[in-house]
C-alpha cells in the first residue's frame, strides 16, 4: 500500500478542520476562481476595468470562411476570450506548444511570450498563436492552415528522406506479439 503524502503547502491549502468542511458542504456552496491577469469582460457595454486597455480583434477564419469582430482586455488571452463570447476558433493544445491555432498578423500587434509552437523566426514573419496570444493594439489576423505552419515550423527536421515503417516496435506498442 502507497501512502501518498501531500507537500506542507498543499496540506495547509486543501487542510480544513472537519466542522468547516462539514458546514461548507452542507451548504453546497462553490466557488469560482479566476487567473489574476484577467479582468471580467463585457461585449455589450458591461462594466470593466478602467486601468485595463482593450482592443478590437478581427478574425478572418478561412477554413469557415468568417470573420470574427470581438474585443479583448491587454490581460486576457485571444482565444478564451472569444471563447467567452460563443466564438469559435481552431485550437489544440491550448498551452501555445502546437500550430492548430497559428495565425498571420495582417495588422497590429500582440504578445506571445509562451508561443513555443513557433520560432522566433516565424514570429518575425508574422505567424501569432492566438491561445497565448495577448493584443498589444487593434489586431487583425487570419488563420491559416495547421499544417502548412507546421511544416514550417519543424519540416527542415522531418525532410530527409521517408521514414521506414518498424513493424516489430509497431507490435509492441500495441501489444500483439
Known amino acids: 500500500m502507497d501512502i501518498h503524502t501531500p507537500c506542507s503547502a498543499c496540506f495547509s491549502i486543501n487542510h480544513k478542520p472537519a466542522?468547516?468542511?462539514?458546514?461548507?458542504?452542507?451548504?453546497?456552496?462553490?466557488?469560482?476562481?479566476?487567473?489574476?491577469?484577467q479582468t471580467p469582460v463585457s461585449?455589450?457595454?458591461?462594466?470593466?476595468?478602467?486601468?485595463?486597455?482593450?482592443?478590437?480583434?478581427?478574425?478572418?477564419?478561412?477554413q469557415r470562411g468568417v470573420v470574427h469582430e470581438f474585443f479583448v482586455p491587454e490581460d486576457q488571452y485571444i482565444l478564451h476570450t472569444a471563447e467567452d463570447q460563443n466564438i469559435n476558433l481552431p485550437f489544440a493544445c491550448r498551452h501555445g506548444c502546437c500550430t492548430?491555432?497559428?495565425?498571420?498578423?495582417?495588422?497590429?500587434?500582440?504578445?506571445?511570450?509562451?508561443?513555443l509552437g513557433i520560432s522566433a523566426e516565424l514570429k518575425s514573419?508574422?505567424?501569432?498563436?492566438?491561445?497565448?496570444?495577448?493584443?498589444?493594439?487593434?489586431?487583425?489576423?487570419?488563420?491559416?492552415?495547421?499544417?502548412?505552419?507546421?511544416?514550417?515550423?519543424?519540416?527542415?527536421?522531418?525532410a530527409r528522406g521517408p521514414i521506414e515503417r518498424d513493424d516489430?516496435?509497431?507490435?509492441?506498442?500495441?501489444?500483439?506479439?
Request: glycine residues 8%; charged residues 25%; hydrophobic residues 35%.
Open 43 to 62: 461585449v455589450n457595454g458591461g462594466v470593466q476595468s478602467p486601468s485595463i486597455q482593450t482592443h478590437k480583434v478581427t478574425v478572418h477564419d478561412r
Open 100 to 115: 492548430s491555432c497559428a495565425v498571420r498578423v495582417k495588422s497590429g500587434q500582440l504578445r506571445q511570450p509562451e508561443a
Open 19 to 37: 466542522l468547516a468542511r462539514q458546514s461548507l458542504s452542507s451548504r453546497n456552496i462553490r466557488f469560482k476562481t479566476k487567473s489574476q491577469l
Open 125 to 158: 514573419k508574422g505567424y501569432a498563436l492566438l491561445c497565448v496570444g495577448f493584443p498589444s493594439s487593434d489586431l487583425e489576423v487570419e488563420t491559416q492552415d495547421e499544417d502548412e505552419v507546421y511544416w514550417l515550423q519543424f519540416g527542415r527536421y522531418f
Open 168 to 177: 516489430y516496435a509497431l507490435e509492441l506498442a500495441m501489444g500483439d506479439e
